[in-house]
Structure formats: C-alpha cells, structure tokens
C-alpha cells in the first residue's frame, strides 16, 4: 500500500481488508495479504476510534447533565429558602397583626373599665352631693324648727312674765 492511497475504513474498510487478505493468501501475493491485514488493523483502529469519541461525547453529555441538574437542584434549594422565607415573614406579619389587635382589645376592655369606674365614681360623688344636700336640707328644717319652737317658747315666757324683760 502507497502513501498516496485512500483505505475505505470502518466495517466496509474491514470486509474488504479480510477480503485482500484471504485473496493475497490464495495467490501467494504477500504484498496484498499485507496490505489486507493492515487496512483490517487500521479499520479496527477507526472502529475503535469511533466508539471511544462516542463513549467520550457519551462522557460529556452525561457530565453536562450532572452539572444541569446540579445547577437545577441549587435553584431549587434557593427557591426553597426564598419560599421559606416569604412563609416566615407571612408569619411575622399575621403574629404582628394578632399581637396589633390584642393590644387593641386589651386597650379597648381597659378604656370601657376605666369609663365603668369613672360612672359609677360620678354616681357615688352624685350620691354624696343628694346626701349632704338633704343632710343640709334637715339641718336648715331644725334649725327652722327650733328657731320657732324658741320664738313661741319666748312669747310663752313673755306671756307668763312680761316684765323680765325690764329687769
């Protein structure tokens, strides 16, 4: 075989290698056997090539893929955390708003306590003001009374003495 020839490779480039080989056996030509036998080697390398670049295209696909699905798991770690955070804050804020409205209730009970107290303080001063008004009322009814139980006791005793008086 010549530099300037072309061998037809693969499995094609390998029947035919046999072929040259068996036929330069046949006829005793030793340069076609050889040249059999080396475009059978060289077919195989070829062979061989080819499955180990597809082995190795194999390799990087499935490399490719591990790496995607990596990059895919950590986005999906990070959508977790950004999920679990917003859950968190959502909670935050409904804690913040029952906190918010129990404040307000509590405030809400302790306004109407102090309204209910500052009522019946009102009542109980009012009651106080009618109980001094009326003590007051009685005091002015006797002393209006014993003004004139002692205007008629002086006229009796003018009555009975007229002249202590000039004495």
């Known amino acids: 075989m010549t530099d300037s020839e072309r061998t037809t490779g693969g499995v ?10 068996a036929l330069g056996g046949a006829t005793a030509n030793e340069d076609l056997a050889r040249e059999g036998r080396l475009q059978q080697a060289q077919s195989e390398t070829e062979l061989q ?4 670049a ?9 490399a490719a893929v591990r790496q995607r ?20 804050e959502a909670q935050i804020e409904r804690d913040r708003q029952q906190a918010e409205a129990a404040a307000a209730a509590q405030a809400e009970q302790e306004r109407q306590a102090a309204d209910q107290a500052e ?18 009322v009685a005091a002015a009814e006797q002393a209006n009374r014993l003004e004139r ?13 007229p002249n202590e008086e000039n004495r």
């Open 12 to 21: 094609v480039g390998k029947v035919v290698g046999k072929a040259k080989e």
């Open 54 to 62: 597809a082995e190795a295209q194999a390799s990087e696909q499935d």
């Open 149 to 161: 139980e002692a205007s008629a006791a002086e006229r009796r005793a003018e009555q009975l003495d």
């Open 69 to 88: 699905q990596a990059e895919v798991e950590g986005q999906r770690d990070q959508l977790r955390n950004e999920v679990a955070a917003e859950q968190r």
């Open 119 to 136: 009522t019946q303080a009102r009542a109980q001063a009012e009651r106080s003001v009618e109980g001094a008004e009326g003590s007051r």
């Open 49 to 52: 090539a080819r499955q180990e």
